[in-house]
């Protein structure tokens, strides 16, 4: 019966201990509202639209760029500044489904950057998809690091993109796309990239705790 009662400690010591790596370790880079540049549709004639930006960061035309911050889960915010530029050409929208436009890259570059002090994350963002029938259209896709020195980044690691532009009362995607009427613009309003710990880290650590309560329930029954 005491061997029995130390297991199920053990064992909810140890999902007490993991959840606590997972949410302790969570780092975010959090985006703020783009001023002045904005986020442009532009109607390429019957269901067409493309995607552009209308500022200018440095010497690359077509960017984005405002307010950055970065912290670890209960830790200090650091501010910044983040800069998301397009080369090589202009995304499209394709055909909705449920209010959902798909992204085509058609060859296009989305790069990003971000830093404070001396920390800087680097990469290339791909865009999936962007919610229509709304002021505030969502954009959904992946940021691809290809250099970073801030902590909870990893180069070559691939992170999860959401953030959203707000039209205000500009003209919707769906009357662009649609061609009732020529283009729409918006800042974008808020958004986020969000590294996590990799789960064969997790996973290594578990395998540990299990071989800890393993040798443990041994010397019990001794």
Known sequence: ?????????????????LTGISNGATTQVTLGQSNPSQVLFTNMGSDSASMSFTGTCGSNPDCLSGPGYYASNGG????????????????????????????????????????YASSFLDGTVTLDSITGGTNLPRFIGGLYITSTNIPGFINGEYLDVDFNANLGSNPL??????????????????????????????ALFGSGILGLGAALKRKLLI
């Open 1 to 17: 019966m005491k061997s029995r009662w130390w297991q199920m400690l053990f064992v909810f010591a140890s999902i007490a201990i």
């Open 76 to 115: 200090t915010t650091n501010a910044g500044t983040y800069d998301m530029w397009i080369t090589g050409g202009a995304p499209s929208l394709g055909s909705p489904a449920g209010g959902v436009y798909p992204v085509n890259m058609d060859g296009a570059t989305i790069n990003f950057t971000f830093g």
């Open 173 to 202: 995607i769906d009357d662009v796309y649609a061609g009732n009427a020529p283009s729409t613009t918006g800042p974008l309003s808020s958004g986020e990239f969000a590294a996590t710990p990799e789960p064969s880290s997790i």
